[in-house]
């Protein structure tokens, strides 16, 4: 009958053994007190969350944090507050740039934040100044900039938002309209061109097309619906574009010649675009060559010469 040798459990095997008995019994005890107990009713509740049905409020209460019960209703109440101020007129232009920009924000979102910010940091500035003590240079630049700021930053943020979006449509628009021109003169339909487009290419080109495509499919006229394309985007191509496909099609033009036209004067537009950037560019480097390149190479080969002749007055001066 084999015997079991006690030697084998000493020494390194006996350390590995405790080791990895600690790491498991470490693991289960954390699993154990971190996990928490879900009854029956919490997981009818988050089943029906994922599915979007109402389940029972009070299985939604347990299951909503913190931040979901109190903080983010509270932060909501705040802002249509702030934005309840805000007139009409106001909100149609603000929904209008945010539909430009490509933003999925609610306008009354925006306008309270606009207000808040507008508010806040001229306060945050004041307390600023208040806090510091006497009043000097520094004090008054930070109320004048929490001033500004506190007024243009949303609007500098929208406006950004709107100019990258506009640029990178008008950039993505030669080559869709070189491909809608070799799809309509291929035979496919002006719907079918779209859709063509909208699955070669990606980004906001294309999901405004698709856009476009969903509300024909619901029965928009298709007229209507091209021309809504070029004014939510105002990009000046896409709306050059646009206005090109309604008239042609009032007028019983061929679309295809159309487009082959406006692809034509879109490429020689992007080109001196293109040119114009590349006679802009010497004028741009110029304050940083004199700002950073030429000091910093003055002071390369200017100054072994000083040290150099520092060393020799210094020298000649303490002979006798």
């Given at each position: 009958?084999?015997?079991?040798?006690?030697?084998?459990?000493?020494?390194?095997?006996?350390l590995a053994i405790c080791m990895l008995a600690?790491?498991?019994?470490?693991?289960?005890?954390?699993?154990?007190?971190?996990?928490?107990?879900?009854?029956?009713?919490?997981?009818?509740?988050?089943?029906?969350?994922?599915?979007?049905?109402?389940?029972?409020?009070?299985?939604?209460?347990?299951?909503?944090?913190?931040?979901?019960?109190?903080?983010?209703?509270?932060?909501?109440?705040?802002?249509?507050?702030?934005?309840?101020?805000?007139?009409?007129?106001?909100?149609?232009?603000?929904?209008?740039?945010?539909?430009?920009?490509?933003?999925?924000?609610?306008?009354?979102?925006?306008?309270?934040?606009?207000?808040?910010?507008?508010?806040?940091?001229?306060?945050?500035?004041?307390?600023?100044?208040?806090?510091?003590?006497?009043?000097?240079?520094?004090?008054?630049?930070?109320?004048?900039?929490?001033?500004?700021?506190?007024?243009?930053?949303?609007?500098?943020?929208?406006?950004?938002?709107?100019?990258?979006?506009?640029?990178?449509?008008?950039?993505?628009?030669?080559?869709?309209?070189?491909?809608?021109?070799?799809?309509?003169?291929?035979?496919?339909?002006?719907?079918?061109?779209?859709?063509?487009?909208?699955?070669?290419?990606?980004?906001?080109?294309?999901?405004?097309i698709r856009r476009t495509l969903?509300?024909?499919?619901?029965?928009?006229?298709?007229?209507?619906?091209?021309?809504?394309?070029?004014?939510?985007?105002?990009?000046?191509?896409?709306?050059?574009?646009?206005?090109?496909?309604?008239?042609?099609?009032?007028?019983?033009?061929?679309?295809?010649?159309?487009?082959?036209?406006?692809?034509?004067?879109?490429?020689?537009?992007?080109?001196?675009?293109?040119?114009?950037?590349?006679?802009?560019?010497?004028?741009?480097?110029?304050?940083?060559?004199?700002?950073?390149?030429?000091?910093?190479?003055?002071?390369?080969?200017?100054?072994?010469?000083?040290?150099?002749?520092?060393?020799?007055?210094?020298?000649?001066?303490?002979?006798?």
């Amino acid at each position: 009958m084999p015997t079991f040798d006690a030697s084998l459990m000493s020494g390194p095997l006996l350390l590995a053994i405790c080791m990895l008995a600690a790491f498991v019994a470490t693991t289960v005890l954390v699993m154990a007190l971190t996990t928490p107990h879900v009854t029956p009713a919490q997981r009818l509740a988050r089943y029906a969350r994922y599915t979007g049905r109402r389940g029972s409020p009070g299985a939604e209460a347990e299951m909503l944090t913190l931040r979901e019960r109190i903080i983010a209703p509270l932060f909501q109440k705040v802002i249509e507050l702030a934005a309840r101020a805000a007139p009409s007129r106001a909100r149609r232009t603000v929904a209008a740039d945010l539909q430009m920009a490509g933003s999925r924000m609610n306008p009354t979102v925006f306008l309270g934040l606009r207000t808040l910010i507008l508010f806040g940091m001229p306060i945050m500035g004041a307390l600023y100044v208040l806090t510091s003590g006497d009043l000097n240079t520094t004090d008054i630049v930070v109320m004048a900039l929490a001033l500004i700021w506190g007024r243009r930053m949303p609007t500098m943020w929208l406006k950004r938002r709107m100019r990258s979006r506009q640029r990178a449509i008008d950039r993505a628009l030669p080559y869709s309209l070189d491909l809608m021109v070799a799809c309509l003169e291929g035979g496919l339909s002006l719907d079918a061109s779209l859709a063509k487009v909208v699955e070669q290419t990606d980004g906001p080109l294309a999901i405004e097309i698709r856009r476009t495509l969903q509300e024909m499919a619901l029965g928009r006229p298709t007229a209507d619906a091209i021309r809504d394309l070029g004014d939510r985007t105002g990009a000046p191509g896409l709306k050059r574009l646009t206005d090109d496909i309604v008239q042609s099609d009032r007028m019983g033009i061929s679309i295809a010649e159309s487009l082959r036209n406006l692809a034509r004067d879109a490429r020689i537009m992007r080109r001196q675009a293109a040119e114009e950037l590349a006679r802009k560019a010497p004028i741009k480097m110029v304050p940083v060559l004199i700002f950073c390149v030429l000091p910093a190479l003055g002071i390369v080969t200017t100054a072994p010469a000083a040290i150099l002749l520092m060393r020799t007055f210094s020298q000649s001066a303490q002979l006798p």
